[in-house]
């Protein structure tokens, strides 16, 4: 349950930017970052209880979601390029400043949470994914935040008229999303007991969880969704990845599969958005989809 742990710990971030029709694919290496300054603390200071370290790393997350928004929101520039550029830039500096080399995580109390279950079953890990989920679609589905996102992206010209602030609203969900993946890094950490720039190389947990939250019913233009939805969408990533590995098919056509789940549910986002639109005597806009960003949330 390992990989699960992680995508869902991710959606978290990923899935209520998506709904207010943002999106951000540095999660993974802002993770990474995280993770790096958390293994380095405790490294430094190993007598110190490690949820000590974990109050800066979850402070070096949220900064740099911060940073995310600031060029994003503040700025108005393109989420969907700004964020890769923001990924490379992230990786290059996770990699440049451990100089290639893993930094072994070697507290026991840290560690051993990875081999702690509930019930002799379940991996106390994946229990707080799940307990994550949860509070996320409590906040989602029952309170006024939750209700906001969905309204600042399914139409941000409303939301405004309805006196909220778009801006604001995906100000705080950029920097929820950094601090997600921030906790998803320390988590890679205890599994793995060590720090590496290259954790998230090749398994990309924040793609699965964008993919996850697409194939869940989360809309690729926002305003539609839910988190449950999202984390279903990625148990059904991981059951068939699982069942594909029982079949003895080789492990690294996974990407493969990936990326046609990705298509696939692009394509039915897109159908479902026309047939919507033409329903409400709205004309789609031609040539597909508009890119998170850029649909006027930013004004």
């Not at 060029?71 to 520039?77: D, E, P, W, Y």
């Not at 890990?125 to 589905?141: D, E, G, R, T």
């Not at 920097?175 to 890094?185: E, F, K, T, Y």
């Amino acid at each position: 349950m390992n990989n699960i742990t992680i995508v869902a710990v991710f959606v978290c971030g990923v899935a209520p930017l998506l709904m207010c029709g943002g999106i951000d694919w540095a999660g993974s290496a802002f993770a990474t970052c995280a993770m790096l300054v958390f293994a380095r603390l405790l490294e430094l200071f190993p007598n110190l209880p490690w949820p000590l370290m974990l109050i800066p790393c979850i402070v070096v997350g949220g900064l740099l979601g911060g940073l995310n928004a600031f060029f994003i929101v503040k700025l108005n520039l393109m989420a969907f390029i700004f964020t890769l550029a923001m990924a490379a830039v992230f990786n290059g500096i996770a990699n440049w400043s451990i100089k290639g080399i893993q930094i072994q995580v070697t507290d026991k109390a840290f560690t051993g949470l990875s081999g702690t279950f509930l019930f002799e079953v379940i991996p106390v890990f994946f229990l707080f994914a799940v307990l994550l989920v949860i509070v996320y679609s409590i906040v989602l589905l029952k309170m006024s935040f939750g209700r906001s996102i969905l309204m600042c992206g399914g139409n941000p010209a409303a939301a405004r008229l309805a006196g909220l602030n778009p801006r604001k609203i995906r100000t705080i969900l950029y920097i929820n999303s950094g601090v997600v993946a921030s906790l998803a890094g320390v988590i890679w950490a205890a599994q793995n007991k060590m720090a590496i720039h290259t954790a998230f190389v090749g398994t990309m947990p924040h793609m699965s969880g964008f993919i996850g939250s697409l194939l869940g019913g989360v809309s690729f233009f926002g305003g539609s969704g839910s988190l449950v939805g999202a984390f279903l969408g990625v148990a059904l990533m991981q059951l068939l990845a699982y069942s594909l590995q029982t079949m003895g098919v080789n492990i690294w056509i996974n990407g493969l599969i990936n990326g046609m789940l990705l298509i696939i549910a692009l394509t039915i986002d897109d159908v479902s958005r026309r047939i919507r639109m033409k329903k409400l005597g709205i004309k789609a806009v031609g040539g597909g989809m508009v890119m998170p960003g850029m649909a006027g949330i930013n004004k």
